[in-house]
């Protein structure tokens, strides 16, 4: 049962931009946290953004100022707005969800990748 679906991702030059979506089933996106990672190749997954159910959002230190992320509750999509983007933001990203007691729901899906290369 596929619960979280990426998209939109591809190649860009650098400056460019790109936003992500992903689809989620409503039970996972109704009342929970949604987060967006990424994996660089060769690192570790990281966390990249995050958006309460009540819409306050957080990004990581390396993108803040150029990445937006937003939730659309009736349509179950999160987004992650991506400007100004740099070779080093190209990875796979990847959407998840979180419970109030901090579990992550969904067992980790294909991706999207961005490559940001000129």
């Known amino acids: 049962q596929v619960q979280l679906v990426e998209s939109g991702g591809g190649l860009v030059q650098p400056g460019g931009s790109l936003r992500l979506s992903c689809a989620a089933s409503?039970?996972?996106?109704?009342?929970?946290?949604m987060l967006w990672y990424r994996r660089a190749p060769g690192k570790q997954r990281e966390w990249v953004a995050s958006i309460t159910s009540g819409g306050s959002t957080n990004v990581v230190d390396s993108v803040k100022g150029r990445f937006t992320i937003s939730r659309d509750n009736g349509k179950n999509t999160v987004y992650l707005q991506m400007n100004s983007l740099k070779p080093e933001d190209t990875a796979v990203y990847y959407c998840?969800?979180?419970?109030?007691?901090?579990?992550?729901?969904?067992?980790w899906g294909q991706g999207t990748q961005v490559t940001v290369s000129s």
């Open positions: 998840n969800a979180r419970n109030g007691l901090g579990y992550l729901l969904v067992s």
């Open positions: 409503r039970s996972i996106f109704s009342s929970n946290t």
